[in-house]
């Protein structure tokens, strides 16, 4: 069972003050706006540490341990908008767990401490029109010239890809069969050739831009590559699991949000001459969709304590990627049906919430990839 500390509950509440001061208010804003500022915001969450809680202090982390980071995410999916804890998200467990641990010095100092103070933006650049879930099959290359990197080729659904400094980039770099041809680089946004194409209109997540990138003969340093020429698959691959986590946290504090929201508003609406929680059908019903959530949650702290262990977390992440998914789903539609028409209506929070809540099941790797990870842990080769 995990032991929150007097710290942990004192974060958790600097956490959530910050969220609700700083975040809440502007969500309509933002959502109309189709992204939140990151340059204005980042550098807020820095000042507090909150960009790079178990990274090394020497590049301005916090050393802490992951207890922190579940916390972090709850209180985040907690206010939402989830837009906005998607784009956090992505800062800290998408775009940079691969560079603080294989990265070199230089790498660390030039783009890891700008984006842990928050005075630079970052994202993840895997997915292509052609290669989405199949990572192994992407088509964007990089081919050595002396000291150089030359990059041709295309990203898709980019979170954060309008405002980013600097993306963590999977190319192909040798012609060699497999996933040993694949490497992490680190593309600064200012590089010649490197440009954002369109900004992608979603259906929800709304509070987080997204973009489609191209790269046209863009020229890096041969440096700029994370850990060694060829690893970046296997690397991209653990990076994936903080980033899975950090999906199931979020989706836990946005659930623990819409059903409370939900359960008030049911004791306060009267029908058939009493209030509707009193229903015993709407009573069960909320009773059991807190119970699994319940249960993911406590799913959760299971994983994290593996994670402080420093287990493999592979199958605890993919499963809770997968279940936060689906049981995010399932109560954003019960949610909204509870509440009837006004539930259906853009003015309630409802109708984002709906909107929101099938990304858990589609970003950082599908369902469908999600069972076919664990079919293959389990010795399945379907």
């Not at 709850?74 to 467990?93: C, N």
């Not at 469908?368 to 379907?382: I, K, P, Q, T």
């Amino acid at each position: 069972m995990v032991a929150f500390t007097a710290e942990h509950n004192a974060f958790r509440q600097l956490v959530r003050e910050f969220a609700e001061k700083e975040i809440g208010p502007h969500a309509d804003e933002w959502e109309a706006r189709g992204a939140f500022p990151a340059r204005e915001l980042f550098p807020k969450l820095g000042q507090l540490g909150l960009l790079g809680l178990e990274y090394d202090e020497k590049y301005g982390g916090q050393g802490a341990d992951h207890l922190y980071t579940v916390i972090l995410h709850e209180e985040l999916g907690r206010v939402g908008p989830a837009g906005v804890a998607l784009g956090i998200s992505v800062q800290t467990d998408m775009a940079t767990p691969a560079l603080h641990r294989f990265g070199s010095e230089d790498l660390k100092q030039e783009y890891l401490a700008p984006a842990i103070s928050g005075q630079a933006v970052c994202a993840v650049a895997v997915t292509e029109p052609d290669a989405g879930s199949d990572v192994a099959a992407l088509r964007t290359r990089a081919v050595r010239d002396a000291g150089d990197w030359v990059i041709n080729g295309s990203k898709l659904y980019i979170t954060n890809g309008t405002q980013a400094d600097w993306v963590c980039l999977l190319a192909r770099t040798s012609d060699e069969p497999g996933c040993g041809a694949i490497s992490q680089i680190i593309v600064p946004a200012d590089a010649p050739g490197f440009q954002v194409h369109r900004r992608l209109d979603k259906l929800g997540m709304r509070s987080s831009d997204a973009a489609e990138l191209t790269f046209t003969d863009v020229r890096v340093p041969l440096r700029n590559t994370i850990g060694e020429a060829g690893a970046g698959f296997y690397q991209q691959m653990s990076q994936f699991q903080n980033e899975r986590l950090a999906c199931s946290y979020a989706a836990v504090g946005g659930m623990e949000t819409a059903l409370t929201r939900t359960a008030d508003y049911l004791a306060a609406r009267q029908a058939f001459g009493k209030p509707l929680i009193d229903q015993q059908h709407v009573a069960f019903t909320l009773a059991e969709l807190r119970a699994r959530m319940d249960m993911l949650r406590h799913y959760n702290y299971a994983a994290a304590e593996e994670y402080l262990r420093g287990e493999d977390v592979t199958r605890f992440a993919t499963n809770a990627k997968l279940a936060a998914g689906r049981l995010a789903r399932e109560i954003s539609a019960t949610c909204l049906q509870l509440h009837g028409g006004v539930g259906y209506m853009e003015d309630l929070w409802t109708a984002r919430y709906f909107r929101d809540a099938p990304a858990w099941s589609i970003g950082g790797g599908a369902d469908e990839v999600m069972l076919y990870v664990l079919s293959r842990l389990d010795g399945h080769r379907a």
